[in-house]
Nanobody
């Protein structure tokens, strides 16, 4: 059974950091693209960062470039999102998603989704 489980969300002050984890089970990440998406209340789900596991190619949304970093641990079948210099506008539910093969940044391109983890940036 394919499953993605996110963890690491929480409440953090502006300027703080969090590391989100996306643990995959039921499949190996090797031929997948893993995306981190977020959805704030009243807004559409948007791609934050994506990584092609096979070749390591990454994508970052302009709003997070230079602050967020995506990485993977193949041995743990896990993808991480390191989030630094967090801003109140980063507040959202963060989801990881997987697609086998080639994928872009559209949520509809991804087949498997985690349950989401809440990130709140507030003083």
């Amino acid at each position: 059974q394919v499953q993605l489980v996110e963890s690491g969300g929480g409440l953090v002050q502006p300027g703080g950091s969090l590391r989100l984890s996306c643990a995959a089970s039921g499949f190996t990440l090797d031929n997948y693209v893993i995306g981190w998406f977020r959805q704030a209340p009243g807004k559409e789900r948007e791609a934050v960062s994506c990584i092609s596991i096979s070749d390591g190619i990454t994508y970052y949304a302009l709003s997070v470039k230079g602050r967020f970093a995506i990485s993977r641990d193949n041995a743990k079948n896990t993808v991480y999102l390191q989030m630094n210099s967090l801003k109140p506008e980063d507040t959202a539910v963060y989801y990881c998603a997987a697609h086998e093969g080639i994928a872009g940044t559209g949520p509809d391109e991804y087949d498997y989704w985690g349950q989401g983890t809440q990130v709140t940036v507030s003083s």
